[in-house]
C-alpha cells in the first residue's frame, strides 16, 4: 500500500517537474524572442536615423555601422565592421592635415567622458575627401566607458555655401580696401597742402574723416584676412624682419590714437641687439595693430585715474614676448572664456564704445597659434587688462 502511494506522489513530482520544465521552456522561448523584437526594433531604429551611426569599442573595433553611414561611406557593412575604426576612416582636418589616432575625436570622447562635436573630413573608400559635422558620445556601462557611438552627417552643400560666402568677403574686402587707402591718401595731402587756409572747425572734419576712413580700412584687413584664413588661403610670407623695430613703428603710429583718447603709450624692450627673424611684417604688425587698438580704446577716458598702454618685448629661452598692458575696463569673468570667439563682446566694452566687429581677437589668436605662436591674457575688471603673445625665437612658420 506504502509502495502504491510513493509511486503515486513520484508521479505527481515527475508531472510538475515536466510542466515546470515546459512553462521555463515557454518563458525561455518568449524572452528569446522578445530579445529578439527589441534587437530587430534597434536595428530598424538604428537604421532609420537620418544619420550616419557608427558603434565602436573601447578597443576602436567598429562593432556597428548603419545603411546611411554605409551610403556616406561608400563601403559595405562587413567590409567595415570587426575593422580597426582609425584604419578604415581616416579624417582630416579643415586644411587638409591627416588627425592622429588619439586626437579622434571617438578616442577623445571615451578619455573625457563627453560628446564631442567637431566638423571634420573623412576619407570615402574609393579616397574621396568629404566634409561632415560629426558627434562622438561615450557610452557607460556601469560607469566604466565601453565604447563610442559616432553619429555624422555629410554636410557637402552647406561646406559649398560657407565657402562661396567666404570668397565674397574675401574679394569684396580686398577690393575696398584699395578706395580706402586712396582716400586716406588724399586726406591726408588736401589736410597738409590746406593746412593754413582751413578754419578749426574744418580740421576737425578732417581728422573725422580720416578717423573713420581708417577704422574701415581696419575692418576691410580683418574680412580679408579672416576669410583667408576660413578658406586655407592665407599666405604668410616670412621676411628676415627686427621685432623690435616693427613694434616701435606700430607704437608710433598709434600714439596719436592714444593722445586723441588721453592716454600714454610706451614701449620697452630688453632686447640687447638687434636680431633678425624671419615673419610675416604685415601679419604681426596687424596683431600689434589690433592689441593696440583694444588697449587704447578699452582704457581711453574711462576714469579718474590717467590712462596708461605699455608694450613690453622680451627674449625669454624659447620665445619672444610681447606684452600689451592697459590699465582699462578689464574683461569681466563671465565673459572669459568667449572673447576670442568671432563677433563676441563682453557688454562692458559694448557700453562705452558701441561701435566694434569682435573679430580683432579672434583674428589675432588665429593669426598666432596658425604660425607657431601662444596667446594669452591676465585681466581684472575695472583695473586693467594684459595681452602677451609668444613668438618662437625661430620666427614665423
Ligand atoms: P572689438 O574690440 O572690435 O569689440 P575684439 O575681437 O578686438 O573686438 O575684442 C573682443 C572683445 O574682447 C571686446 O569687445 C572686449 O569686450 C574684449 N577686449 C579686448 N581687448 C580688451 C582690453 N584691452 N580691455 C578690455 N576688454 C577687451
Not at 556616406?72 to 565592421?81: G, K, N, R, S, V
Not at 557700453?351 to 591674457?377: A, M, Q
Request: aromatic share 6%; glycine share 6%.
Amino acid at each position: 500500500m506504502a509502495r502504491k502511494i510513493i509511486s503515486k506522489s513520484s508521479l505527481i513530482n515527475r508531472k510538475r517537474g515536466s510542466e515546470q520544465a515546459i512553462s521555463w521552456r515557454t518563458r525561455f522561448l518568449d524572452q528569446l524572442q522578445k530579445a529578439t523584437e527589441s534587437a530587430t526594433m534597434i536595428n530598424a531604429l538604428i537604421t532609420s536615423i537620418g544619420e550616419g551611426l557608427i558603434i565602436v569599442n573601447e578597443y576602436g573595433i567598429i562593432d556597428h555601422v548603419n545603411q546611411p553611414a554605409l551610403d556616406i561611406l561608400d563601403y559595405e557593412q562587413h567590409e567595415l565592421e570587426g575593422k580597426w575604426f582609425p584604419a578604415m576612416l581616416p579624417i582630416f582636418d579643415k586644411l587638409g592635415n591627416s588627425i592622429p589616432d588619439d586626437e579622434r575625436p571617438a578616442i577623445r570622447a571615451l578619455l573625457e567622458g563627453k560628446p564631442i562635436t567637431e566638423l571634420m573630413y573623412y576619407q570615402r573608400k574609393g579616397g574621396k575627401i568629404i566634409p561632415v559635422s560629426s558627434t562622438a558620445s561615450p557610452f557607460m556601462v556601469r560607469d566604466k566607458p565601453k565604447g563610442a557611438v559616432v553619429i555624422f552627417r555629410d554636410v557637402s552643400r552647406e561646406a559649398q555655401i560657407e565657402r562661396a560666402k567666404d570668397e565674397f568677403v574675401s574679394i569684396a574686402s580686398h577690393q575696398l580696401r584699395s578706395p580706402l587707402t586712396s582716400i586716406r591718401l588724399f586726406t591726408e595731402l588736401l589736410a597738409s597742402s590746406a593746412k593754413n587756409r582751413l578754419t578749426k572747425k574744418e580740421h576737425e572734419y578732417i581728422k573725422k574723416i580720416l578717423f573713420s576712413t581708417e577704422k574701415m580700412i581696419d575692418l576691410a584687413t580683418d574680412y580679408l584676412n579672416i576669410s583667408r584664413i576660413e578658406l586655407g588661403q592665407l599666405v604668410v610670407t616670412p621676411r628676415p624682419t627686427s621685432l623690435e623695430e616693427l613694434i616701435e613703428k606700430r607704437v608710433e603710429e598709434m600714439k596719436p590714437v592714444a593722445a586723441a583718447n588721453h592716454v600714454t603709450l610706451e614701449y620697452k624692450s630688453n632686447l640687447t641687439k638687434r636680431e633678425e627673424i624671419p615673419l610675416d611684417r604685415d601679419l604681426v604688425g596687424q596683431v600689434i595693430h589690433n592689441l593696440l587698438s583694444n588697449a587704447i580704446r578699452y582704457t581711453g577716458n574711462q576714469s579718474k585715474q590717467k590712462g596708461l598702454v605699455t608694450v613690453n618685448l622680451k627674449r625669454t629661452r624659447k620665445y619672444y614676448d610681447i606684452t600689451v598692458a592697459d590699465n582699462g575696463i578689464g574683461i569681466p569673468q563671465r565673459a572669459r572664456s568667449r572673447i576670442f570667439e568671432r563677433f563676441y563682446r563682453a557688454d562692458n566694452a559694448v557700453r562705452i564704445e558701441s561701435e566694434g566687429s569682435g573679430l580683432g581677437l579672434y583674428l589675432v589668436k588665429k593669426i598666432i597659434e596658425g604660425t607657431g605662436g601662444k596667446i594669452s591674457y591676465k585681466s581684472r575688471e575695472n583695473k586693467g587688462t594684459a595681452f602677451t603673445i609668444c613668438i618662437p625665437l625661430k620666427g614665423m612658420e
